[in-house]
């Protein structure tokens, strides 16, 4: 066992260690400390790098700007009169380098790093030339909206735009489609270091531009042109616009005449067929689409128009085209349903034509969900090939609280007629050829429109009426599941008149009449009286309303002449009377009688 020694420090005693044990606690200290040290080292290197790391963001990552090395150093600074420290000071300074056809001035607007020092300067005036004419030629730049602030701040957007007060480094000036997918054409504020930051084309728009200006440059004729010809004559139109223009609506105009004309003679071939109705169902739509084709295609392909007119023209001619082929499907279409309503389909208002009536309410219905779908499609097609937030210049997301309930608030009559004629359509509450009473009238459902319908009356009068205002208000049908009707004629005859001879005579009328059914319920009844005469009804039923109406004339008439008759063999007072009389009293005798 080793020696005990005193451990002054803890106040305990403790074995003594033998000297090599004593040995290792030294060792083992001597390699914490040189660990510590290592770790410590490897701290404050990591700190470092890291405060150099943040440093380094600090300086190069400003969100408005985008830093690059070096600017077009192909080519020499641009002049302190070129100014680009604003989006609309570059865009005046480009357009009017380009107005005076300074292609190298121009040049300064184009970012063209992705090009060597040599390519810049030999490809610089090039580019610019063919972007100025892009430019000109297809995009609308709304001066009013690019801000004139080195950072783009936007001052004059409603508080609702999300980008309102927001500072940018990157604009879109607008949107182009090219054969394949839509090309921005942007612009992006640019810093070289230890320089001031400026606004420039940005450079996939100039790596762009070649395939833009081959698709929207100027044409072959165009570029044969007088120079006179190309110059500007007023607001962004050149002189040879102001003479193209109506020469090619008028070429579009002779392509749909002669449309016209060969439809017609066509047409008068096939005399009486289902062809017949077709051609003349879509005469006036083929002729449409040929103006709007024929337009189109001569701009394609002699004339590109500038930024002003295409603005106008392009949501125009997009709009004619598709109004015409969906003119044209539902003509089709109509052609054929009415001709299958007119081979399957007589005289829909007869009462047995139960089945018919049936038919043709179904195919009205189809006729206007048809009419719905290809208006929503072709709405559809216009909205996203004009691209109006685009080529019109206005935000529809900025507006659409607004434009809705304006929308709406026009529109919601219309839609509530146009969902109550579906309505009708599909319950068939009133069909085509019903006879039903409506507001104390008798007549004919003739057609069943989107916001009307059409009532003929028995006399041949037309009654317009709302569809919402039909269907909110009640109404009979007569000829919903049964066409019979049961029809009531009132006679007033003296109080003395034979009720038991009038039923004979009744009864003989009955049995006459061929359009009385159901003879055994016919009636004739006592139902009132007054001082002056009672009140006689006279029932019986009849197969439909319009036959029935006939028949209920006929036994009022029969009826009245068998009572005259009866009232003129009774002979003098007091024999029975028929007829009602008006009674005087002679106050003389009743005041003898008193």
């Given at each position: 066992?080793?020696?005990?020694?005193?451990?002054?420090?803890?106040?305990?005693?403790?074995?003594?260690?033998?000297?090599?044990?004593?040995?290792?606690?030294?060792?083992h200290?001597?390699?914490?400390?040189l660990v510590?040290?290592?770790?410590a080292?490897?701290?404050?290197i990591?700190?470092a790098?890291?405060?150099?790391?943040?440093?380094?963001?600090?300086i190069?990552s400003?969100?408005?700007?985008?830093?690059?090395?070096?600017?077009?150093?192909?080519?020499?600074?641009a002049?302190?009169d070129?100014?680009?420290?604003?989006?609309?000071?570059?865009?005046?300074?480009?357009?009017?380098?380009?107005?005076?056809?300074?292609?190298?001035?121009?040049?300064?607007?184009?970012?063209?790093?992705?090009?060597?020092?040599?390519?810049q300067?030999e490809?610089?005036?090039?580019?610019?030339?063919?972007?100025?004419?892009?430019?000109?030629?297809?995009?609308?730049?709304n001066?009013?909206?690019?801000p004139?602030?080195p950072?783009?701040?936007?001052?004059t957007?409603?508080?609702?735009?999300?980008?309102?007060?927001?500072?940018r480094?990157?604009?879109?000036?607008?949107?182009?489609?090219?054969?394949?997918?839509g090309?921005?054409?942007?612009?992006?504020?640019?810093?070289?270091d230890?320089?001031?930051?400026?606004?420039?084309?940005a450079?996939?728009?100039?790596?762009n531009?070649p395939?833009?200006?081959?698709?929207?440059?100027?044409?072959?004729?165009e570029?044969?042109?007088p120079p006179?010809?190309?110059?500007?004559?007023?607001?962004?139109?050149?002189?040879?616009?102001?003479?193209?223009?109506?020469?090619?609506?008028?070429?579009?105009?002779?392509?749909?005449?002669?449309?016209w004309?060969?439809?017609?003679?066509?047409?008068?071939?096939?005399?009486?067929?289902i062809?017949a109705?077709?051609?003349?169902?879509?005469?006036?739509?083929?002729?449409?689409?040929?103006?709007?084709?024929?337009?189109?295609?001569?701009?394609?392909?002699?004339?590109?128009?500038?930024?002003?007119?295409?603005?106008?023209?392009?949501?125009?001619?997009?709009?004619?085209?598709?109004a015409?082929?969906?003119?044209?499907v539902?003509?089709?279409?109509?052609?054929?349903?009415?001709?299958?309503?007119?081979?399957?389909?007589?005289?829909?208002?007869?009462?047995?034509?139960?089945?018919?009536?049936?038919?043709?309410?179904?195919?009205?219905?189809?006729r206007?969900?048809?009419?719905?779908?290809?208006?929503?499609?072709?709405?559809?097609?216009?909205?996203?090939?004009?691209?109006?937030?685009?080529?019109?210049?206005?935000?529809?997301?900025?507006?659409?609280?607004?434009f809705?309930l304006?929308?709406?608030?026009?529109?919601?009559?219309?839609?509530?007629?146009?969902?109550?004629?579906l309505q009708?359509?599909?319950?068939?509450?009133?069909?085509?050829g019903?006879?039903?009473?409506?507001?104390?009238?008798?007549?004919?459902?003739?057609?069943?429109?989107?916001?009307?319908l059409?009532?003929?009356?028995?006399?041949?009068?037309?009654?317009?009426v709302?569809?919402?205002?039909?269907?909110?208000?009640?109404?009979e049908?007569?000829?919903?599941?049964?066409?019979?009707?049961?029809?009531?004629?009132?006679?007033?005859?003296?109080?003395?008149?034979?009720?038991?001879?009038?039923?004979?005579d009744?009864?003989e009328?009955?049995?006459?009449?061929e359009?009385?059914?159901?003879?055994?319920?016919?009636?004739?009844?006592?139902?009132?009286?007054?001082?002056?005469?009672?009140?006689?009804?006279?029932v019986a039923?009849s197969?439909?309303?319009?036959?029935?109406?006939?028949?209920?004339?006929?036994?009022?008439?029969?009826?009245?002449?068998?009572?005259?008759?009866?009232?003129?063999a009774?002979?003098?007072?007091p024999?029975?009377?028929?007829?009602p009389?008006?009674?005087?009293?002679?106050?003389?005798l009743?005041?003898?009688?008193g």
């Amino acid at each position: 066992m080793g020696e005990l020694v005193t451990d002054l420090s803890a106040g305990r005693s403790a074995p003594r260690q033998p000297a090599a044990h004593r040995a290792q606690p030294a060792a083992h200290m001597a390699f914490a400390r040189l660990v510590s040290l290592l770790l410590a080292a490897l701290a404050l290197i990591a700190f470092a790098g890291s405060a150099q790391a943040q440093g380094n963001a600090a300086i190069s990552s400003d969100p408005y700007v985008y830093k690059i090395d070096t600017l077009n150093g192909g080519i020499a600074p641009a002049p302190d009169d070129f100014y680009r420290d604003t989006p609309q000071a570059l865009m005046e300074s480009f357009m009017d380098a380009g107005a005076e056809g300074d292609w190298v001035r121009a040049g300064y607007a184009l970012d063209m790093t992705h090009l060597t020092p040599a390519q810049q300067r030999e490809q610089g005036p090039k580019l610019a030339a063919m972007l100025y004419d892009v430019v000109r030629g297809s995009v609308m730049v709304n001066w009013a909206a690019l801000p004139d602030r080195p950072d783009a701040v936007d001052t004059t957007s409603s508080d609702k735009d999300p980008m309102a007060g927001t500072a940018r480094r990157n604009i879109r000036l607008g949107r182009i489609e090219t054969n394949d997918r839509g090309t921005s054409i942007r612009i992006a504020r640019l810093q070289q270091d230890g320089q001031d930051p400026v606004w420039l084309f940005a450079s996939q728009t100039v790596q762009n531009v070649p395939a833009l200006y081959r698709q929207y440059g100027p044409t072959q004729l165009e570029r044969a042109l007088p120079p006179a010809l190309r110059e500007q004559a007023f607001w962004t139109l050149a002189w040879w616009e102001v003479i193209a223009l109506p020469l090619v609506l008028l070429i579009a105009f002779g392509a749909a005449a002669l449309t016209w004309r060969a439809i017609g003679d066509f047409r008068s071939h096939y005399s009486g067929t289902i062809a017949a109705r077709i051609l003349n169902a879509i005469r006036t739509p083929a002729a449409l689409f040929a103006f709007a084709g024929t337009f189109a295609l001569v701009r394609g392909m002699v004339f590109t128009f500038s930024g002003l007119v295409n603005t106008i023209l392009d949501p125009l001619q997009t709009l004619l085209i598709v109004a015409a082929i969906a003119a044209v499907v539902l003509s089709v279409l109509e052609a054929i349903l009415d001709r299958v309503a007119d081979s399957q389909i007589d005289d829909i208002s007869q009462p047995d034509h139960e089945r018919d009536r049936n038919y043709y309410t179904t195919l009205s219905a189809v006729r206007r969900m048809a009419i719905v779908i290809v208006l929503l499609l072709g709405i559809g097609i216009v909205l996203v090939q004009t691209d109006l937030t685009e080529t019109l210049g206005f935000s529809l997301l900025a507006s659409a609280g607004l434009f809705t309930l304006v929308l709406a608030f026009a529109a919601r009559t219309l839609l509530s007629d146009i969902m109550a004629s579906l309505q009708i359509a599909f319950a068939k509450t009133a069909r085509i050829g019903d006879a039903v009473e409506f507001e104390g009238r008798w007549c004919y459902v003739e057609k069943i429109g989107f916001t009307h319908l059409r009532l003929r009356t028995w006399d041949g009068r037309r009654i317009m009426v709302p569809v919402g205002e039909f269907v909110q208000s009640s109404f009979e049908n007569w000829t919903k599941e049964d066409a019979s009707l049961t029809m009531i004629a009132h006679l007033h005859l003296d109080h003395r008149a034979d009720i038991d001879a009038l039923r004979e005579d009744f009864g003989e009328f009955v049995e006459g009449d061929e359009d009385v059914i159901d003879k055994d319920e016919a009636k004739l009844q006592v139902v009132d009286h007054n001082a002056s005469a009672m009140v006689l009804r006279l029932v019986a039923n009849s197969p439909d309303p319009k036959r029935g109406w006939a028949m209920h004339c006929r036994m009022r008439e029969y009826m009245l002449k068998a009572a005259a008759a009866r009232d003129a063999a009774a002979g003098n007072e007091p024999a029975p009377a028929y007829l009602p009389r008006e009674r005087e009293v002679r106050m003389d005798l009743a005041g003898n009688e008193g």
